[in-house]
Every structure is written in structure tokens, then in C-alpha cells.
């Protein structure tokens, strides 16, 4: 079982920056995929961006340009990078690592609020 505890959530005004961080509990982080979801009131989750074990990145369409996700296997750390925040960012956001076979390997974290409001 792989703990996640997410932080750095919180209150920014519209164009601010947060950055978001995530420390895994495991001794083979670096295999991991790991990602960072949202949620906001009423709707699905949905993937933000993810980084593979090769430090292959995919965002959505929704945060590219505007998002950055990046690892630090020797900390056990993925964080996510926000700028230029939008109010439709507002959501929970949660970090996700998962690794073959995702149906036996796929972890959650708690999830942090971030609202973005003036």
C-alpha cells in the first residue's frame, strides 16, 4: 500500500501561481506514474497531467502553457506547478500513483482544495 499526502493547496487570485506537492510512501517511487487529478463541484475527475518513470509528460488540454509537472525520485516528490490561474481551476485536486498492473497498483491521495477567486 502506497500513502500519498498532498500539500500546498489553498487560495490564489485569477493569473496567481500555487505549486502542489505530493511525497509517496515507497521504496520504488521511481517506477511509479504518477499524476495529479481534479475534481470540482458537480463534475468528474479529471486528469490534469501525468509523468511516467521516463519522464514522459501528458497535460490536458485545459492547463497546457500554464502547468508544469515535475519528479523528484531522491525525495519521492511530484509536484504540480500552476500558473496563471484561472476561477475554472477551482477544484479538489488529488495525486495519483500508479504503476503495471494499474488494477492491483493505483493509489490516491486525499485530495487538496484549491479555489482560485478575487
Known amino acids: 500500500q502506497v500513502q500519498l499526502v498532498e500539500s500546498g493547496g489553498g487560495l490564489a487570485q485569477p493569473g496567481g501561481s500555487l505549486r502542489l506537492s505530493c511525497v509517496a510512501s515507497?521504496?520504488?517511487?521511481?517506477?511509479?506514474?504518477m499524476g495529479w487529478y481534479r475534481q470540482a463541484p458537480g463534475k468528474q475527475r479529471e486528469l490534469v497531467a501525468r509523468i511516467t518513470s521516463g519522464y514522459s509528460i501528458n497535460f490536458s488540454d485545459s492547463v497546457k502553457g500554464r502547468f508544469t509537472i515535475s519528479r523528484d525520485n531522491a525525495k519521492n516528490t511530484v509536484y504540480l506547478q500552476m500558473n496563471s490561474l484561472k476561477p475554472e481551476d477551482t477544484a479538489v485536486y488529488y495525486c495519483?500513483?500508479?504503476?503495471?498492473?494499474?488494477?492491483?497498483?493505483?493509489?490516491w491521495g486525499q485530495g487538496t482544495q484549491v479555489t482560485v477567486s478575487s
Open positions: 495519483n500513483a500508479q504503476r503495471i498492473p494499474t488494477a492491483r497498483y493505483n493509489y
Open positions: 515507497t521504496d520504488i517511487f521511481e517506477i511509479y506514474t
